[in-house]
């Protein structure tokens, strides 16, 4: 298959461009290219991006296929760009073996919507208890490469200590979801002023803070790398920037939610602004904004965490934790990065494409756009504007916390290796 992106801004620079896109490749980039067979399309004033690369998605098959399924996630990802995602290990069975990851990994292929990446759990069952067989799932078909006990900590640090020395023997990442657990019994919102006020048992910005301050100095010590998920607080900025500073392997992600929304919005109770960590203040949005755009926050990761109706049309207290990200995260960055002037479309590609490809270790995601690279990319409307409607998502869950907000820029057509996964709101394939 080919196709002629006709006009397009590559990074949304310069003049436009026209791309023919063929046998999965980006074969000629040039002005008035002729079409020849290839299907043409109208990218006039669109934005040309590598497709996006999220490390933090949770896809919950197997086990709570009613919330999401390979396929629905896959055609979520599709929808907002991406093209490799890399799906949590929090499922049940937990994805601790061979037998769980490559049933993931040849899933995600059968769908062929995106690449879909089994993370794989570090401890046995998330428990925090004994190692899982890092080695094993590493030199599977999966190939994985990311490890991850998120929704837990690893609490123990000779556990964490022994991962982090795997990590280096593997050549992969340990993805750490930062809470010391002492700190944060019966946590239920940012602990300060709103979770005083609403009477919301608080979750400290130091349970978060101490963990990525004792990861970074064990992966110092070990030289393995670490992957800080999920950066919610300015004192986790700090901590990063001293860390790399002296030369530690470390990186780590922010989501959308953290970048826009803050612990104020609670005072509604409704749980769907329920999230591990927490929204924080307004003091910490703006210091993750600008740590994403200096690049001491590598990357934006979702963590779209799809929940049942029943699981947070409920009471605060018992409501999960978690929010969907796939099909709103270009448009909350596009509305808190581009629109603030902290990043352009390049900074965009840095942090939603090429560092987490890198992270990962994926060679064939987050390319240059140039003739001879994969045709991986995304397609993106700058001037749109949209409302959001979780109903209307590929998700089969609808909590997203944006619900009613007008966002900016959309994602108008998404290719994996050349075929069009994704175009004008409709999943191809
Ligand atoms: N982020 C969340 O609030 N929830 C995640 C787990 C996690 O990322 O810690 C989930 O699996 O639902
Ligand atoms: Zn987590
Ligand atoms: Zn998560």
């Given at each position: 298959?080919?196709?002629?992106?006709?006009?397009?801004?590559?990074?949304?620079?310069?003049?436009?461009?026209?791309v023919?896109?063929?046998?999965?490749?980006?074969?000629?980039?040039?002005?008035d290219?002729?079409?020849?067979?290839?299907?043409?399309?109208?990218?006039?004033?669109?934005?040309?991006?590598?497709?996006?690369?999220?490390?933090?998605?949770?896809?919950?098959?197997p086990?709570?296929?009613?919330?999401?399924?390979?396929?629905?996630?896959?055609?979520?990802?599709?929808l907002?760009?991406?093209?490799?995602?890399?799906?949590?290990?929090?499922?049940?069975?937990?994805?601790?073996?061979?037998?769980?990851?490559?049933?993931?990994?040849?899933?995600?292929?059968?769908?062929?919507?995106?690449?879909?990446?089994?993370?794989?759990?570090?401890?046995?069952?998330?428990?925090g208890?004994?190692?899982?067989?890092?080695?094993?799932?590493?030199?599977?078909?999966?190939?994985?490469?990311?490890?991850?006990?998120?929704?837990?900590?690893?609490?123990?640090?000779?556990l964490?200590?022994?991962?982090?020395?795997?990590?280096?023997?593997?050549?992969?990442?340990?993805?750490?979801?930062?809470?010391?657990?002492?700190?944060?019994?019966?946590?239920?919102?940012?602990?300060?002023?709103?979770?005083?006020?609403?009477?919301?048992?608080?979750?400290?910005?130091?349970?978060?803070?101490a963990?990525?301050?004792?990861?970074c100095?064990?992966?110092?010590?070990?030289?393995?790398?670490?992957?800080?998920?999920?950066?919610?607080?300015?004192?986790?900025?700090?901590?990063?920037?001293?860390?790399?500073?002296?030369?530690t392997?470390?990186?780590?992600?922010?989501?959308?939610?953290?970048l826009?929304?803050?612990?104020?919005?609670?005072?509604s109770?409704?749980?769907?602004?329920?999230?591990?960590?927490?929204?924080?203040t307004?003091?910490?949005?703006?210091?993750?904004?600008?740590?994403?755009?200096?690049?001491?926050?590598?990357?934006?990761?979702?963590?779209?965490?799809?929940?049942?109706?029943?699981?947070?049309?409920?009471?605060?207290?018992?409501?999960?934790?978690?929010?969907?990200?796939?099909?709103?995260?270009?448009?909350?960055?596009?509305?808190?990065?581009?629109?603030?002037?902290?990043l352009?479309?390049?900074?965009?590609?840095?942090?939603?494409?090429?560092?987490?490809?890198?992270?990962?270790?994926?060679?064939?995601?987050?390319?240059?756009?140039?003739?001879?690279?994969?045709?991986?990319?995304?397609l993106?409307?700058?001037?749109?504007?949209?409302?959001?409607?979780?109903?209307?998502?590929?998700?089969?869950?609808?909590?997203?916390?944006?619900?009613?907000?007008?966002?900016?820029?959309?994602?108008?057509?998404?290719?994996?290796?050349?075929?069009?996964?994704?175009?004008?709101?409709?999943?191809?394939?």
């Amino acid at each position: 298959m080919s196709a002629l992106l006709r006009g397009v801004l590559l990074y949304g620079e310069g003049e436009p461009v026209d791309v023919l896109v063929d046998d999965g490749v980006i074969a000629r980039i040039g002005t008035d290219l002729d079409a020849g067979g290839a299907e043409v399309v109208d990218a006039r004033g669109k934005v040309l991006l590598p497709g996006f690369v999220d490390l933090h998605t949770h896809l919950r098959e197997p086990g709570r296929e009613d919330t999401e399924t390979i396929a629905t996630g896959s055609a979520a990802a599709a929808l907002g760009g991406y093209t490799a995602v890399f799906a949590m290990a929090n499922t049940d069975p937990v994805a601790d073996t061979q037998l769980v990851v490559e049933h993931v990994w040849r899933q995600g292929q059968a769908v062929g919507l995106v690449d879909v990446h089994p993370v794989g759990a570090v401890t046995v069952g998330l428990k925090g208890e004994k190692l899982a067989e890092l080695g094993t799932m590493a030199r599977s078909a999966a190939g994985v490469r990311v490890f991850s006990d998120d929704g837990h900590c690893v609490h123990d640090p000779l556990l964490m200590r022994r991962a982090l020395e795997y990590s280096k023997a593997l050549d992969a990442v340990i993805a750490q979801h930062a809470e010391e657990p002492e700190l944060t019994v019966g946590a239920q919102a940012n602990e300060g002023e709103v979770a005083s006020r609403l009477g919301l048992a608080g979750w400290p910005a130091v349970a978060e803070e101490a963990i990525v301050a004792r990861d970074c100095l064990l992966a110092k010590h070990t030289g393995g790398r670490l992957h800080v998920c999920h950066v919610s607080t300015t004192g986790t900025v700090d901590v990063l920037r001293w860390a790399k500073a002296r030369g530690t392997g470390v990186s780590a992600e922010v989501t959308p939610h953290h970048l826009l929304l803050t612990d104020e919005v609670l005072a509604s109770y409704d749980p769907v602004n329920k999230v591990n960590p927490p929204l924080r203040t307004s003091v910490d949005v703006q210091a993750l904004r600008a740590a994403l755009a200096e690049g001491i926050v590598d990357c934006v990761a979702t963590d779209h965490a799809p929940h049942a109706p029943q699981d947070k049309d409920c009471e605060w207290s018992s409501a999960r934790p978690g929010m969907l990200g796939l099909q709103t995260a270009l448009s909350v960055v596009a509305h808190t990065m581009v629109a603030t002037e902290l990043l352009d479309w390049r900074g965009v590609a840095r942090v939603m494409s090429e560092r987490p490809a890198q992270i990962a270790g994926l060679p064939d995601q987050g390319r240059p756009l140039a003739e001879g690279e994969p045709a991986n990319l995304a397609l993106v409307d700058p001037d749109a504007r949209w409302t959001v409607r979780g109903s209307e998502f590929a998700s089969i869950a609808a909590n997203t916390p944006f619900e009613g907000m007008e966002l900016p820029a959309r994602v108008v057509m998404t290719m994996l290796r050349g075929r069009i996964t994704a175009h004008e709101g409709k999943v191809c394939g």
